[in-house]
């Protein structure tokens, strides 16, 4: 986890790990669908980076005992007033607040309703990019979720993200997106107890044809967990998950 790949802004999606049960057949699968290239980060602890266009985004780390996922660091300026600030307004401490030598201070959390994320305050921070993610870059960040409004209410006390409009999506319920700065950075939505669907984030990696890469996904070993989709603003999506059970998302846009 580069300290040249975040930055201390609040409420930022900055860095995203895999963990799986797989590395090895994981890298595999993500670098021939996605485009990614691996490198190993120098430090104390065996770790290896997903790099998009020579830039670092994320790493992928083995649990045997996991249930494969993504989750992602969002960033603020203090770790330790996150931490507190999550479990007065009801969320759960899975990895206590904790320094990577020159990297920086981060602590792993579940909001109230379950899902998992990471805040983290980097070393040293660097400016935020500008325009929109390139392909190879996550793009979209989606919440499902028992409760999307108190989901927003507690993320906007703790970094700070805006409503920024509603969509109603019929019998699924209302579709409610946010943002930071004027940028649209994602949608919450509740789904009933019926689903029997925990909460969870789900990130969406640009590519360059949504349709071209969903073809690929079976023949990686991949699964399809629903066929590719056009939605509102102009987007293709392609949900799916990884050989080991990861859930992931891809978007490509017009």
Do not use: C
């Not at 999606?13 to 290239?37: R, S």
């Not at 969002?74 to 307004?89: G, K, Q, S, Y």
């Not at 994320?117 to 040293?124: D, V």
């Amino acid at each position: 986890m580069p300290a040249n790949a975040t930055a201390t802004s609040r409420g930022r999606f900055t860095w995203f790990d895999l963990v799986t049960t797989d590395p090895a057949g994981a890298i595999a699968f993500y670098t021939k669908l996605v485009g990614w290239e691996t490198e190993t980060w120098p430090g104390a602890v065996p770790y290896t980076m997903w790099v998009n266009n020579k830039v670092p985004l994320g790493g992928v780390t083995g649990q045997p005992a996991a249930t494969p996922h993504w989750f992602a660091h969002i960033t603020t300026p203090n770790v330790d007033e996150e931490v507190a600030t999550a479990t007065r307004l009801g969320g759960r401490v899975l990895v206590p607040a904790m320094d990577i030598p020159t990297v920086g201070r981060y602590a792993i959390l579940a909001d109230p309703q379950g899902a998992t994320f990471s805040a983290f305050a980097p070393e040293n921070p660097t400016p935020e990019r500008e325009g929109p993610p390139a392909v190879g870059e996550f793009m979209w960040h989606e919440l499902n979720t028992s409760d999307a409004v108190a989901a927003a209410d507690f993320y906007h006390t703790l970094f700070g993200w805006e409503p920024v409009s509603q969509m109603d999506m019929g019998k699924d319920g209302i579709y409610y997106m946010y943002g930071r700065n004027g940028v649209t950075l994602g949608g919450m939505y509740a789904t009933p107890p019926s689903a029997n669907q925990k909460p969870a984030w789900l990130h969406y990696i640009r590519v360059a044809d949504v349709d071209r890469s969903a073809l690929q996904i079976p023949k990686l070993g991949g699964k399809v967990t629903r066929p590719a989709m056009d939605v509102p603003g102009g987007s293709r999506i392609q949900l799916g998950t990884d050989p080991q059970g990861a859930p992931f998302a891809l978007v490509s846009t017009r």
